[in-house]
């Protein structure tokens, strides 16, 4: 007969000495409350990074509007009075006492060289 390879092999359990009391280490899958507040300020820092990275990007953004124009004409006569009448407009008179006024700062000054047109 032939002779199994395995056949002399005997299995030795070795037993591990127990620590008295848990290292910081060895407590298990649970992470330490340290590592759990530093992974929020790491976080934090790239949220706040991000966030000035993105308003540099956009403080130098140039804001066009080109208003939508559509050409009518009229071709009746209108007239308004004070008192509503069958087919016409009313108005009232609205006085407005004061005055209002505010400056604003040049931020920018250019030379063209095109005349006005």
Known sequence: M????????????RELPQPSSP????RGNKPRAGSRYSLWLVA??????????????????QIIINPRTKDFTLNQNFSAAKDLG????????????GEVSEEIPAGEEKDYLEPAQ
């Open 2 to 13: 032939s002779k199994k390879i395995f056949q002399d092999m005997v299995r030795v359990k």
């Open 23 to 26: 290292s910081p280490e060895r």
């Open 44 to 61: 934090l820092a790239a949220i706040a990074f991000l966030f000035f990275a993105l308003s540099f990007l956009f403080a130098k953004a």
């Open 86 to 97: 069958p087919n016409g407009l009313i108005f009232d008179s609205v006085i407005l006492a």
